[in-house]
C-alpha cells in the first residue's frame, strides 16, 4: 500500500510538474521571439523530457544507473507508441515540414550509435561524452534554424508564437510563468526520487531486473508531462507542437539522459537486453514518415498501441527477471 501511494503521488507530481514547467518554459521562450517549431521541439521538449533527468540523477546516485538508461530508452518508445498513438487515434495531425527534415532522422539516429556504443558491453564516460557532444551538435543546427527562420521572416514567427502561447499557456503574466516554471521544477525533482524509490520496491517484488523496472514502470510514469502536452495541444488545434516536443523529447532522452547516465556512473550494457526498447523505438520513428501531405492519420495512432502493446508482451515474457 506504502509503495503504491509513493508511486501514485510521484507519477502526480511529474504530470503536475511538467506540465507547470512547460507552461513556463514556453512563456521565457515566447520573450525571446523564437518559432513555434523550436520551442516544441527545444524548450518544451527538454521540460517534458526533465522527470527522465530527475529520474537519472537520483538512479545514479544511488547506485542504480541502468534504471535511468531503461527509462531513457523505454520513454522513447511510450512516447511515440503509446502517447503519441493516443493522441493521434483521437485527433489526425499534420507534421511541420521542418520536424521531418532536421528532427526525425536525429531521433531515427540516436538507437543506431546507442547500439554502436552499447556492442563493447558498456555505457562508459567517453560513450557518454560523444553522446553528448552529438546532443549539442544538434541543438547548435536547431538554434541555426531558429535563427534564421526569425531573420527570415519575423512577422510569420511572431504569429507562431502567438498560437504556440495561445496553445500551451493561455495567459501571459510573466509573475505567474515564472511561479509556474519554478513550482513545476521543485515537483519535478520531488516526482523523481518518488518514482525510483517506488520502481525499485516493485521491480524487486515481481523480480524484475532494473532495466525492465525502467523501461516500463519508471518510462511510463516520467512520460506522464509528454502525455499531458500533447493531449493539451492536440485539444486546443495545434497537434504539432505535441508532435515536435514528443520528436525533441525523443532526442533528449537518448543523447542527453543516456549521457547524463554515464558521465555520473558508467555502467554495464546487456545488447540483448536493450536492443528490443532500441528496435521497437526506431520502428515507432518510421511509423512517423508522413506522405507528401505530411498528415498523420487515426490509422496510425492505431497502429502504433498496437507495437506498444506488443513491446510489453515481449520485454514482461523475455526479460521477466535477474
Known sequence: MGTT??????VLAAAIGGELFVRGAVGLAAWARVPASIIAVTVAAF?????????????????APEIGFGDALGSNVVNIALVLGLALLVRPARVERDAVRRDLPVALAVPA?????????SMSRLDGGLLLATFFTWLGVTAR????????????TDDALDETVDAVLGERNRHR????MLGGLVLLVVAGRL???????????????AFVVGATFVAIGTSMPELATTIAAGLRGHQEIGIGAILGS???NG??????????????VALDEVLLSLVVGALALVMLIPGRRLFLARWRGAALLAVYAGYLVVLLAVRPGT
Do not use: M, Y
Request: aromatic content about 6%; glycine content about 6%; proline content about 2%.
Open 177 to 180: 510563468i515564472l511561479a509556474e
Open 5 to 10: 501511494f509513493v508511486l501514485v503521488a510521484g
Open 255 to 268: 543523447l542527453w539522459i543516456v549521457s547524463v547516465a554515464a558521465l555520473l556512473s558508467p555502467f554495464d
Open 145 to 156: 534554424s531558429a535563427h534564421r527562420a526569425r531573420r527570415d521572416s519575423l512577422d510569420e
Open 195 to 209: 518514482i525510483v524509490i517506488a520502481a525499485e520496491t516493485i521491480g524487486e517484488a515481481l523480480g524484475l531486473d
Open 47 to 63: 521540460a517534458t523530457s526533465s522527470p527522465e533527468l530527475f529520474v537519472t540523477v537520483n538512479a545514479a546516485t544511488d547506485g
Open 250 to 252: 525523443n532526442i533528449f
Open 113 to 121: 550509435l546507442t547500439v554502436v556504443l552499447a556492442l563493447d558491453g
